[in-house]
């Protein structure tokens, strides 16, 4: 108590440093020898740990809440998107829709600077957090991310945007010249679907967003006159006609346009 008679806070830096010295003192008696420099190390290692430990809980519920579900798209996409990045050898990149996935982190593994956007507001009503990478909330319809890339990847994202030819400008309004877009969607060179899922032989009716399947006149109309097709591969993953139509071929084949086909695979480099 002070003399009068209130009550005294104490000094929280004062308190800081006797557990400071306390905790000191507990690893010396522990390694008699140890130098300031290592008692310092050890105490930020323990609180480094400390930070961690939520991220590491949440990889080990994610780990230990594994279950095999099915197959799905992403080995072949990913595996033309780093071929993609062989080639171009790009130093910046814009991957667009990220969602939960790795791709920004895996992409920044191979040495480019990545940004990843997604619609977080439009598209995930209860939030969402990649722990993985940093995810802005942009829409790439109307985005306010400022700057120009090298590349721009959107990996089986663009089917969900409406519309599809909006977002593909603006894509290619964020490439530097000469720079690549590489794009992944369901696909059918003939013919447009504005929803796969609502299909009769889909199995996709319980999606509670849309799909679109894309033709080559859709293509087409986004390319004309600024970009150019380098490069692109056709996959059928169905037995139906479309995205999700009848029963899975897994492993997919590999197709060429005339062959019945679900999946496309393409980049796209803007001109110069």
Request: proline share 7%.
């Amino acid at each position: 108590m002070t003399p009068g008679g209130q009550e005294e806070w104490p000094d929280l830096d004062e308190l800081a440093e006797l557990a400071y010295r306390d905790r000191r003192r507990h690893l010396e008696r522990q390694a008699p020898a140890r130098t300031l420099a290592d008692t310092w190390k050890d105490l930020k290692r323990e609180a480094r740990a400390l930070l961690l430990r939520p991220a590491v809980r949440q990889a080990q519920r994610e780990y230990e809440a594994q279950r095999f579900k099915r197959h799905n798209e992403r080995p072949v996409e990913f595996a033309f998107t780093f071929k993609a990045i062989g080639a171009c050898a790009p130093r910046t990149i814009l991957d667009v829709g990220t969602g939960l996935t790795a791709l920004p982190h895996l992409m920044r593994n191979c040495g480019p600077v990545v940004t990843a956007i997604d619609n977080v507001t439009d598209y995930w009503p209860k939030g969402m957090v990649n722990r993985h990478w940093h995810v802005l909330d942009d829409d790439i319809r109307r985005p306010t991310l400022a700057g120009s890339f090298d590349m721009v990847t959107c990996i089986s994202t663009l089917e969900h945007i409406d519309p599809a030819i909006v977002a593909v400008q603006s894509m290619l309004d964020r490439l530097v010249p000469g720079g690549h877009l590489v794009l992944t969607c369901p696909y059918t060179e003939r013919s447009y679907v504005p929803n796969v899922y609502a299909l009769p032989g889909s199995r996709g009716h319980s999606n509670p967003y849309p799909a679109q399947s894309f033709s080559r006149a859709d293509v087409s109309g986004w390319l004309e006159g600024q970009a150019a097709i380098v490069s692109q591969e056709y996959w059928r993953y169905w037995t139906g006609e479309h995205w999700t139509e009848g029963a899975a071929t897994i492993p997919p084949t590999a197709a060429e346009a005339q062959d019945p086909h679900q999946l496309t695979c393409l980049l796209i480099r803007k001109r110069d």
